[in-house]
């Protein structure tokens, strides 16, 4: 009986120690090789993951599929040709674009194109040539007589055109020169025909000049820039002039007691041999209006 009884307590025992969490202490003194198991309730314990809870298994790279290698390699070189094909062409079009535009371009016209008459300065029959003066601005330039042509004047006036019908003395114009590349005595003549030229043409210059010109600044009159004319002169001048101006050169020349067509063509000379001189006459009072 006892031993049945025994058997049962030990099972209810082991019943316990599965249910519960047990603490192991120890004991001090002549009973510390003994070991007690307390009970210290019930733990809460995490619940054992669900079947649907798994983490998703590792996944590798997706995988490229092969490409054909030999078929790469055999279209590369012929896009590296076609693509070397069409720079070659677009830089061929481009070579051609530009010699069609430098076609297009117009050459720049030489300033005697626009000119029709000029002045003998000296004829030189050796070299069968002319040095002249154009009337339009006054340029410097070099003509061919045409065959038998007797010689001509200083100061002769021929027509050097485009028309060729009116060309009764000259051939052709040769091209522009300068003072540097002419003779000693073409820059002695030269004055001259360019004074006769002003006086011909003396109503545009008393218009255009001696009865408008006015002060520069305001200690500069415009008459200052004729050649030894200063301050004091200058207002002698715009005195004698008065309110009706000038009818002609002599009458300037008689109340202001100067030769104003040779000033002026002093003053046309020096701005041919110095293209840096401003203001610049030339310009402003030339080409002479009809």
Not at 264 to 290: C, G, M, T, Y
């Amino acid at each position: 009986m006892k031993s049945i009884l025994f058997w049962k307590l030990f099972v209810s025992t082991l019943d316990l120690n599965e249910r519960l969490p047990l603490e192991v202490t120890y004991m001090a003194g002549s009973r510390k090789d003994r070991n007690i198991r307390v009970n210290t309730g019930k733990r809460k314990t995490s619940p054992a993951p669900a079947p649907t809870s798994w983490s998703r298994p590792a996944e590798g790279r997706e995988k490229v599929q092969p490409t054909n290698k030999k078929a790469e390699q055999k279209s590369s070189p012929r896009r590296e040709n076609n693509q070397r094909r069409n720079d070659r062409r677009g830089r061929n079009n481009q070579h051609r674009g530009r010699q069609n535009n430098r076609g297009q371009r117009q050459t720049p016209k030489s300033p005697l194109m626009e000119e029709n008459w000029a002045r003998v300065i000296d004829h030189d029959q050796t070299k069968n040539e002319i040095i002249a003066v154009s009337e339009g601005k006054l340029l410097l330039c070099r003509l061919k007589p045409k065959p038998q042509t007797s010689p001509l004047l200083t100061t002769a006036r021929v027509y050097i055109g485009t028309d060729e019908e009116q060309r009764e003395h000259i051939d052709s114009v040769l091209g522009m020169t300068n003072l540097g590349r002419v003779a000693n005595h073409v820059k002695a003549d030269l004055p001259l025909v360019v004074q006769i030229f002003i006086e011909e043409n003396e109503h545009h210059f008393i218009s255009a000049f001696f009865n408008v010109a006015g002060n520069m600044s305001l200690k500069q009159h415009a008459f200052e820039l004729l050649s030894g004319v200063g301050n004091k002169k200058a207002m002698q001048m715009v005195e004698a002039r008065g309110t009706s101006g000038f009818e002609s050169l002599a009458a300037l020349n008689e109340a202001c007691n100067i030769d104003a067509g040779e000033l002026l063509a002093k003053r046309f000379l020096s701005e041919i041999e110095d293209r840096n001189i401003q203001p610049r006459l030339l310009d402003l009072l030339l080409p002479v209006k009809a």
